[in-house]
């Protein structure tokens, strides 16, 4: 199985960032999916949820209203769309997947997730 972040760099506040998670040997249409991110020093943080076939979607508060999830099962591919980018988001973004049969409820939990992308860098300047 391999994840593949992509879509990080570095833009100023306000700014708007896409992120991509392109699969490979995995049965992507089956899975949830999941991102999350880690800041220098602070834990891994749950940022965003999407069910299987794209019909759910979780956030953290910290990034409701501004994060869009979503995902193309046709392309294996998950998306993060980010807007309003604040320096607080400043954090490498990596893209995960639980087992097929994780509970919904579970997802914000970074232990739940079996596979893991290495993740992609975004920096947000003020």
């Known amino acids: 199985v391999q994840l593949q972040a992509s879509g990080g760099g570095s833009v100023q506040a306000g700014d708007s960032l896409r992120l991509s998670c392109a699969a490979s040997?995995?049965?992507?249409?089956?899975?949830?999916m999941g991102w999350f991110r880690q800041a220098p020093g602070k834990e891994r943080e749950f940022v965003a949820a999407?069910?299987?076939?794209?019909?759910?979607?979780r956030y953290a508060d910290s990034v409701k209203g501004r994060f869009t999830i979503s995902r193309d099962n046709t392309k294996n591919t998950m998306y993060l769309q980010m807007n309003k980018l604040k320096p607080e988001d400043t954090a490498v973004y990596s893209c995960?997947?639980?087992?097929?049969?994780?509970?919904?409820?579970?997802?914000?939990?970074?232990?739940?997730?079996?596979?893991w992308g290495q993740g992609t860098q975004v920096t947000v300047s003020s």
């Open positions: 995960a997947a639980p087992p097929v049969k994780t509970s919904w409820d579970s997802l914000h939990r970074f232990d739940e997730y079996l596979y």
């Open positions: 040997r995995l049965a992507f249409s089956n899975y949830n």
């Open positions: 999407i069910s299987w076939n794209g019909g759910s979607t």
